[in-house]
């Protein structure tokens, strides 16, 4: 047998054994999902096979190109100026993949910006053991000004700086619901004839209902047909609050796929947004290569700002990846393409790979939320270089 076959039968027979020793034999999909994904022996993030890129199961715009990073670090520099150049400017990056994205800005702004690079402290919290020795073996401490940390470590209101995450949230465990016979009621997993399984009952927390309550969605509509289910990132509340404990005064930059409240609860979006991923294809069953793909969820940017907002972390602005790059110079990077001093054969490869950051059926349609805490009037004031408004005709 594979050892990663193995490894999906051990975690099988972790979750049995979970969804046995619970009091009602039944698990929450949040806790089979975080099993399938975060488990510290066979979880999909802990599995040494991961892989992310063009080869691997998904991948991310760092991993494209170095230019999304490039152009990043350009806008936590701005970040740095409108807060008046603080002595020390923490960036803390959660969830780092590899450890790509972190690379490229330091390596960026260790060229380009030396001043903005000695004031530099970088965290990463990872929550994956594999990835966080990826992400060490590729940035060595003794090369970087980079330390990990985990949440716990951080002291509150100890950050003066911003907090960033590429594709985290949507990885982020959730509950599922569904209407049955007009009824509001949660999925859970448990276990039938020797296979993970699907029941319903009574939701688990009350927590769910003001999730809904705070994004103005009311399941008893007659417009929300029987069988209709989606899903609850009642994670994204705890991830919020504590950035608001350890922020000071700074920026949250969430880049992810997702929609508006509107559009993620719509009537016709009656089987969700989950969706796994193996080995670069996608499909719908988390049931299967447990332990072995991806499991995902667009994200409920109405939520992110709604949330923050009562952790003190209000909404500055928002805008689709491809405005925000194209904003911050990748159009000025297409354009120089044209000057006859790169070879044929890169010309394409790199016109591709600038084309694919913003393609707005791809990468360039995420989205991109910025959130502020202790910021004044003067710091709200000033335009942000990745949020000036582009005339969106011009690059799709």
Same mark, same amino acid.
């Given at each position: ?69 490039? %152009? ?130 009574? %939701? ?29 990132? /009642?994670?994204?509340?705890?991830? =919020?609050?504590?950035?608001? &404990?350890? /922020? ?43 332990? %072995? ?9 109405t939520a992110l700002e709604k949330i923050g907002t009562s952790f003190d972390l209000e909404k500055i602005d928002f805008t689709q990846q491809a405005l925000f790059l ?7 990077? %297409? ?8 070879l044929l054969s890169k010309l394409w490869q790199r016109r591709n790979q600038l084309h694919e950051l913003i393609n707005p059926q791809g =990468?360039?349609?995420?989205?991109? /939320? ?10 709200? &004031? ?15």
């Open positions: 047998m594979l050892k990663g076959s193995n490894n999906s039968a051990l975690l099988f027979e972790k979750i049995v054994d979970r969804i046995y020793t619970s009091s009602h034999k039944q698990i929450t999909f949040a806790e089979y999902m975080e099993m399938c994904l975060y488990d510290q022996q066979y979880g999909y993030y802990n599995s040494r096979a991961i892989a992310i890129g063009k080869e691997g199961d998904f991948f991310t715009s760092s991993s494209i190109s170095e230019d999304f990073g490039e %152009l990043l670090a350009i806008q936590i520099e701005q970040f740095w100026q409108i807060l008046d150049k603080p002595t020390q400017f923490t960036i803390v990056e959660m969830g780092a993949g590899e450890g790509q994205l972190a690379k490229i800005i330091l390596d960026y702004l260790a060229i380009n910006n030396k001043d903005f690079y000695s004031h530099i402290q970088y965290l990463i919290i990872e929550k994956s053991t594999i990835l966080k020795e990826k992400q060490q073996q590729l940035l060595p401490s003794e090369k970087y000004p980079l330390q990990w940390a985990k949440w716990d470590e951080i002291p509150s209101e100890s950050i003066v700086g911003c907090f960033i995450s590429n594709e985290l949230i949507d990885a982020f465990p959730v509950h599922r619901i569904i209407k049955k016979e007009g009824k509001l009621q949660e999925i859970y997993v448990t276990v039938n004839h020797g296979k993970v399984t699907e029941k319903y009952g009574a %939701l688990s927390t009350q927590k769910i209902n003001e999730y809904l309550t705070i994004n103005n969605i009311d399941f008893n509509s007659p417009l929300y047909p029987d069988n209709y289910q989606t899903e609850i990132n /009642l994670y994204a509340f705890d991830i =919020l609050e504590k950035i608001a &404990q350890t /922020l000071k005064q700074g920026y949250v930059l969430t880049v992810d796929y997702g929609y508006d409240s509107e559009k993620y609860y719509h009537p016709q979006r009656y089987e969700g947004t989950l969706k796994c991923y193996y080995q670069h294809r996608h499909h719908n069953n988390p049931y299967v290569n447990i332990g %072995l793909q991806d499991i995902t969820s667009h994200v409920n940017f194209m904003a911050l110079g990748l159009g000025d990077r %297409l354009n120089n393409l044209s000057d006859g001093r790169i =990468l360039g349609g995420f989205g991109i /939320l910025l959130q502020g805490k202790n910021l004044n009037a003067i710091h709200r &004031q000033t335009s942000l270089k990745g949020f000036v408004k582009l005339d969106e005709s011009t690059i799709f």
